[in-house]
C-alpha cells in the first residue's frame, strides 16, 4: 500500500538522519532530514493535486525544522535525549497515518461527495444554477458580497475600536514609543486584547471578495491598508506576517498563482517592515547576539535570528524532556479552552506550569511542547492523532469555495502546520480565539445563504 511505502522510505530516512547526528555528522544530518521534508512535501502535493497538502506543509513544519535545528550552531544546545528523537519521529508518523485512515472511513468519503454538490458560483457569470434565472442569481450574488464587506468592517471596527480603548487606557502607542523593547508585550489589557488583533482575519476574506467583485476595488485596497496598519503601530512582526501569510494562503485555496512579479514586491515589502519594526523594537545587535550565544560569533545577525526563532524551539522541546518533574495531565493543552470559557476565574484549577527554557527571553515553543507536558510520549501521539483527523477532514472542504471564512479556517490550520516548529499553535489561546470566531462567522454566512434560498423559493413558490 502507498501510505505503509511512504512511511518506510520516511522511517529510514529519518533513522539515517538519526545516525548521522549521533556519529558527529550534523551536516549530513541537516541535509537528509530536509531533504526528507521536501520529498514528503511534493509527494502530497502530487497525490492531493494541491500547492497545500497539509501533510506535505506538516512534514516542512516539523522536519524541515528539525533539519536546521540538528546543526546546532548555538552553545545554548546540548544533546537531544531519546524521547526528543521518538516524540519528533512518531508525531509525523502517526499524524500521516490518521490523515489517510480517516480519508478511508465510509462517511468520510460520503462528506467528499456533498461537498463536491454543494460548491457554489463565486460570481454570477461563472456559472448557473438550474432552474434560476441570470438576474435572480447575480441578485444573490450582490447580497453575498454585501454581506461579506459588512463582515470585514465588522472586524476591523471591533479591532480599531479595542486598540483605541488600550491606548487611551494604557497611555501610549508602540510605534510611537522610544527605548521600550517590550512596548507591545506590556500593550495589552486583559481578555480585550484578542479582540484588537482581528484584524488578522481581514487579509484572508479578500481574495474571496477580489473573486467575486471580479476585481481589485478601493474598498478591497483600504480594508487591506487598515488590516496591515494596527500590526504596525502595535510594532508586532508575527501578527503582520500572519495577516499576510493567511492572505496568500487563501490565495492558493482559491486556485490563483502568485505571479513572481507580484511575489517579489511582497516579500520586500514584507522584508522593509520587518527590518522597521525590528528597528522600532529597540532591540540592539549586540542584545540580540548575547542572547543567541552562537558558537560562530561572525554569521550576520540577519541569519542568526531566523536559525534561533526555528532551533531552540527544539532545544527547549529537548531540555522539557530532560527536566520535565511531573506531567500537567491535559491541563496545558486546555489552558485556551478554559481561558476562553472563563471557567479558570471560577474554580481553582493547576494551571501554572514552569516553563523549560533554554533562556528566558527565547520563550517560544514547538508545536508538540504542551502535549509532551501533559502526558509524555503518549500525549504526543494522541495530540498528533488528533491532528492528523483534523486534517483530513479540513482536506476534504478545501473543494468548499462558496465560504470565506471556511477557508480562512483551512489557511489557519495550513499556516500552523507550515510553522510547527514556532510554537503550541493548537494550545494557545489566540489561535483558538481565532478558530473560534472564523467558525462563528464560517456558520453565520452558511445561514445567511440558507436564508437567501430559502426567500428565493418562496417566491418561486409564489410566482407559480
Known amino acids: 500500500m502507498r501510505i505503509f511505502k511512504i512511511l518506510g522510505i520516511y522511517s529510514i530516512l529519518y533513522f539515517l538522519a538519526y545516525l548521522a547526528k549521533k556519529f558527529g555528522h550534523a551536516g549530513v544530518s541537516s541535509i537528509l532530514f530536509l531533504f526528507l521534508a521536501l520529498f ?5 502535493k502530487k497525490e492531493e493535486k494541491s500547492n497545500l497538502p497539509l501533510c506535505g506543509l506538516f512534514a516542512l513544519g516539523l522536519l524541515g525544522g528539525e533539519g536546521i535545528a540538528v546543526l546546532q550552531l ?3 544546545s546540548s544533546s537531544w535525549t531519546m524521547e526528543s528523537w521518538l516524540s519528533f519521529y512518531l508525531a509525523y508518523f502517526i499524524f500521516y497515518l490518521l490523515y489517510y485512515t480517516v480519508k478511508k472511513f465510509a462517511f468520510f468519503k460520503t462528506l467528499q461527495s456533498e461537498v463536491s454538490t454543494m460548491s457554489m458560483p463565486l460570481s454570477a457569470g461563472d456559472e448557473k444554477q438550474k432552474d434560476s434565472p441570470a438576474e435572480s442569481e447575480r441578485k444573490k450574488q450582490r447580497e453575498l458580497l454585501s454581506f461579506l464587506k459588512l463582515c470585514i468592517l465588522v472586524l476591523l471596527g471591533i479591532s480599531y475600536l479595542c486598540f483605541f480603548i488600550e491606548a487611551k487606557v494604557l497611555g501610549y502607542i508602540p510605534l510611537f514609543t522610544e527605548h521600550t523593547p517590550h512596548a507591545y ?12 488583533t482581528l484584524f488578522v482575519l481581514v487579509p484572508m476574506l ?9 476585481r481589485i476595488t478601493a474598498f478591497g485596497l483600504i ?18 506576517l500572519f495577516s499576510m501569510a493567511l492572505y496568500i494562503l487563501s490565495l492558493l485555496l482559491l486556485g490563483y498563482s502568485l505571479q513572481w512579479k507580484k511575489a517579489l514586491l511582497l516579500f520586500l515589502f514584507l522584508l522593509t517592515a520587518y527590518i522597521v519594526l525590528t528597528v522600532e523594537r529597540a532591540h540592539s545587535v549586540s542584545y540580540l547576539l548575547d542572547i543567541f550565544a552562537m558558537k560562530n560569533k561572525n554569521i550576520p545577525i540577519f541569519f542568526v535570528q531566523p536559525y534561533m526563532y526555528i532551533a531552540n524551539n527544539y532545544e527547549n522541546f529537548n531540555l522539557l524532556t530532560k527536566e520535565v518533574e511531573s ?9 485556551p479552552f478554559l481561558t476562553l470559557s472563563g471557567l479558570k476565574y471560577f474554580v481553582d484549577l493547576p494551571l501554572s506550569y514552569p516553563l523549560y527554557l533554554t533562556k528566558e527571553e527565547l520563550s517560544t515553543l514547538g508545536i508538540l511542547y504542551d502535549a509532551y507536558y501533559d502526558f509524555g510520549i503518549l500525549g504526543v501521539g494522541i495530540f498528533s492523532a488528533v491532528l492528523g483527523s483534523l486534517a483530513a477532514i479540513l482536506s476534504s472542504l478545501m473543494k468548499r469555495k462558496d465560504n470565506p471564512f471556511l477557508l480562512g479556517i483551512i489557511a489557519q490550520f495550513a499556516f500552523y502546520l507550515s510553522l510547527s516548529f514556532f510554537t503550541t499553535w493548537f ?3 489566540s489561535s483558538i480565539f481565532y478558530f473560534g470566531i472564523s ?19 418562496g417566491q418561486m413558490e409564489g410566482e407559480q
Open 40 to 44: 514528503l512535501y511534493f509527494v502530497e
Open 74 to 76: 548555538s552553545t545554548l
Open 185 to 196: 508585550s506590556a500593550f495589552h489589557l486583559k481578555g480585550l486584547h484578542y479582540f484588537t
Open 206 to 214: 479578500l481574495p474571496f471578495l477580489m473573486r467575486l467583485e471580479k
Open 223 to 240: 480594508s487591506f491598508f487598515l488590516s496591515l496598519l494596527l500590526p504596525i503601530l502595535l510594532v508586532s512582526r508575527f501578527q503582520l
Open 327 to 335: 506531567h500537567s495531565h491535559g491541563f496545558r493543552m486546555a489552558y
Open 427 to 429: 494550545s494557545n489561546a
Open 439 to 457: 467558525l462563528f462567522f464560517t456558520m453565520l454566512w452558511q445561514w445567511k445563504k440558507q436564508s437567501m434560498d430559502k426567500d428565493k423559493a
